[in-house]
């Protein structure tokens, strides 16, 4: 976990009751499931292998090694999760070197959180290279505080990540909202205690008490967080 927090950002305003913003990473701010599903086909066709597009819902959202794990177990493929694990990050730190697309909407959230100082922090799988990568074309001023999936001793869909995260900002996970596109990272948020918003990108997710479910980051504002959690308390 990376963290720049300044004492003017430990908290909101007063009085309001959200106190931080927790945004996963890959299909939620930047446009990058698609990448990394080109990078597993493209990684296990140079090892002989064909990937069946049924598999790509079983391996998003969650940790490497569970992908990798799943995809050498269904494909038979004779490498192990560490060697795979290098291969993928390699393929993929390449693939995103040129630029990472943002998802609609989340540069004018990203710009409204950061005028009103809304702590606010980057939770991902992916691995710190990989996050470091993406921020360095997003904008690492954005993040007071960044978890990696290899910082953590479990990853999403565990609630270690988000749980670190608040605390990290001081804050109660009660109050946070958290933004996910995955089954596996609400799951994540959730346990965490967290308030989500879900915004679907390779499977469907359906609304349920804490949550709420919407078509893209448009339709999310700091009022919308902010009355997210206010009304959820």
């Given amino acids: 976990m990376t963290s720049t927090i300044p004492a003017s950002l430990s908290r909101t305003a007063e009085g309001a009751a959200l106190q931080a913003v927790l945004l996963d990473m890959d299909?939620?701010?930047?446009?990058?499931?698609?990448?990394?599903w080109d990078v597993e086909r493209e990684v296990f066709a140079d090892l002989g292998h064909t990937l069946d597009e049924a598999w790509r819902e079983m391996v998003v959202g969650g940790p490497m090694t569970r992908s990798a794990g799943?995809?050498?177990?269904?494909?038979?493929?004779?490498?192990?999760?560490p060697e795979v694990t290098v291969l993928l990050n390699d393929r993929f730190?390449?693939?995103?070197?040129?630029?990472?697309?943002?998802?609609?909407?989340?540069?004018?959230?990203?710009?409204?959180?950061?005028?009103?100082?809304?702590p606010t922090a980057l939770v991902s799988?992916?691995?710190?290279?990989?996050?470091?990568?993406?921020?360095?074309?997003?904008?690492?001023?954005?993040f007071a505080l960044t978890v990696a999936g290899d910082e953590v001793t479990r990853t999403k869909p565990h609630?270690?990540?988000?749980?670190?995260?608040?605390?990290?900002?001081?804050?109660?996970?009660?109050?946070?909202?958290?933004?996910?596109?995955?089954?596996t990272g609400v799951a994540a948020a959730e346990a965490a205690g967290c308030r989500v918003v879900a915004v679907p990108s390779v499977s469907p997710i359906a609304p349920a008490p804490g949550r709420v479910v919407v078509g893209s980051l448009e339709e999310v504002d700091l009022a919308f967080l902010r009355n997210l959690v206010t009304e959820m308390r």
């Fill in 93 to 118: 730190e390449k693939r995103i070197g040129l630029g990472v697309p943002l998802m609609p909407g989340a540069a004018r959230l990203l710009a409204e959180l950061g005028r009103h100082r809304i």
């Fill in 125 to 142: 799988a992916s691995h710190r290279r990989i996050i470091d990568r993406v921020l360095d074309s997003v904008g690492h001023h954005h």
């Fill in 27 to 36: 299909g939620t701010l930047v446009d990058t499931e698609g990448f990394w």
């Fill in 159 to 183: 609630p270690e990540p988000y749980l670190a995260a608040a605390s990290g900002f001081g804050a109660d996970p009660r109050l946070c909202a958290v933004i996910e596109d995955t089954a």
């Fill in 70 to 81: 799943y995809l050498i177990e269904s494909t038979g493929a004779d490498i192990t999760i």
